[in-house]
């Protein structure tokens, strides 16, 4: 019998490739979304799968289905769509993530959570192994979903400690590839965009700030390794790449990659924006036998390629792409013209 897989969060960039991947190793899926920041662009190919199907459902409420197991990855992920509504924010990943733990408890199903990176706040270890506690503002304006996601631990381990459920907790490192939402102001997306249209990349202090990037196939690799490890690894275990790049040396990577006659504007640094990021992944190396394999550029150049056949429109019809992306927002009373989020957007990861 095919094993029954519920994702939520399934029609967003990671849930998207995940649904693809548990499709080709012969489950059924159910996404579950409700598309705040998700897209059923990335799941349209999916549809006509017998084995597919998506509920237009949102976590905050309960959710009644038979499964066998659970990948919880509902939430906003970029500041730019957290911080639109902090306290929706902070009830997805609270009662969201219990509604998708009640429900597990019901199936008695194993059940995964996509947390983050962001719990350990600005670090002052580096690179972060999992038992660093963290240095997380929890009063910032990135706490909704700094904390949003500590408290989301917290639930999956007292689930596990009081009613037994099978959990795998990971914590994503900053990750990037195709179906990225175009405006959310991931700074890989927007590099990338800003690149192909020769307009200049906007570096948010001076760029010596560090990120790792890790390749949506390697992460979804990951995930599946977890999900399908014995029971007694719960995590959190670390998922992401460790090769670390300045923010600087990546605008230059892109413009050069784009071909692009793209310049750097230098702007003022953000509010909590983390100085270094970079993932201990000895855990999941011993644990999981897992590491990122995509090369950054080869990665780089899929994502690239991406978002010139999104912006191929843009260039042939000459029509401004605010014309065609729509922010899908269900809470804000019209739907916004992305250039309208011009005046929030930042390079966030
Ligand atoms: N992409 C990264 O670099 C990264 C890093 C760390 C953690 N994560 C985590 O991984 C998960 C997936 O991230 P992503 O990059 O694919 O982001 P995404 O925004 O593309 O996907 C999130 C999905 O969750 C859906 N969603 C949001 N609130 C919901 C709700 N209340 N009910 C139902 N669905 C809801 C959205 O519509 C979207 O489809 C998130 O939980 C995020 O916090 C991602």
């Known amino acids: 019998m095919k094993k029954r897989v519920l994702v939520a969060g399934g029609a967003g960039f990671i849930g998207s490739h995940l649904c693809e991947v548990l499709l080709e190793n012969n489950c059924t899926v159910c996404c579950i979304d409700n598309l705040y920041t998700g897209r059923m662009e990335n799941i349209r190919h999916l549809i006509s799968n017998p084995d597919f199907e998506f509920i237009n459902h949102d976590v905050i409420y309960p959710f009644e289905k038979e499964v066998d197991q659970i990948f919880n990855l509902a939430s906003p992920a970029s500041p730019v769509y957290y911080q639109i509504d902090p306290v929706r924010t902070w009830k997805t990943n609270t009662i969201g993530s219990m509604n998708m733990l009640e429900l597990a ?29 963290g ?143 970079k993932p201990d992944i000895t855990k999941a190396k011993t644990l999981l036998g897992w590491q990122p394999e995509v090369d950054f550029e080869k990665g780089l150049m899929k994502a690239i390629n991406y978002f010139d056949n999104l912006l191929a429109g843009e260039r042939k019809e000459k029509e401004p792409v605010e014309n065609v992306l729509l922010i899908n927002d269900p809470c804000l009373k019209n739907n916004l013209k992305i250039n309208e989020f011009d005046t929030i957007q930042k390079n966030y990861i």
């Not at 019901?106 to 506690?133: C, L, M």
């Not at 029971?231 to 670390?238: D, F, M, V």
């Not at 670390?244 to 413009?255: D, G, K, N, R, Y």
């Open 135 to 277: 240095n997380v503002n929890p009063i910032g304006l990135r706490a909704c979903y700094d904390e949003g996601k500590r408290a989301a631990e917290t639930l999956f381990f007292d689930y596990h400690r009081m009613y037994g459920i099978e959990i795998k907790v990971v914590r994503i490192f900053n990750t990037y590839g195709p179906r990225m939402f175009p405006e959310d102001g991931r700074v890989i997306s927007n590099f990338i965009i800003e690149a192909l249209r020769d307009r200049p990349l906007k570096v948010y202090g001076d760029g010596s700030q560090t990120r790792s990037f890790c390749f949506v196939d390697d992460m979804i690799r990951g995930f599946m390794k977890m999900m399908n490890s014995p029971a007694t690894i719960t995590g959190p275990i670390n998922l992401g790449n460790p090769c670390e790049l300045t923010i600087f040396q990546v605008a230059e990577l892109i413009i050069d990659m784009c071909n692009s006659n793209s310049t750097i504007d230098f702007r003022e640094l953000p509010e909590d924006d983390p100085r270094k990021r």
């Open 105 to 133: 408890r019901k199936n008695k199903a194993r059940i995964f959570q996509s947390s983050t990176s962001e719990v350990y706040g600005d670090p002052d270890i580096h690179p972060q192994p999992e038992e660093y506690r």
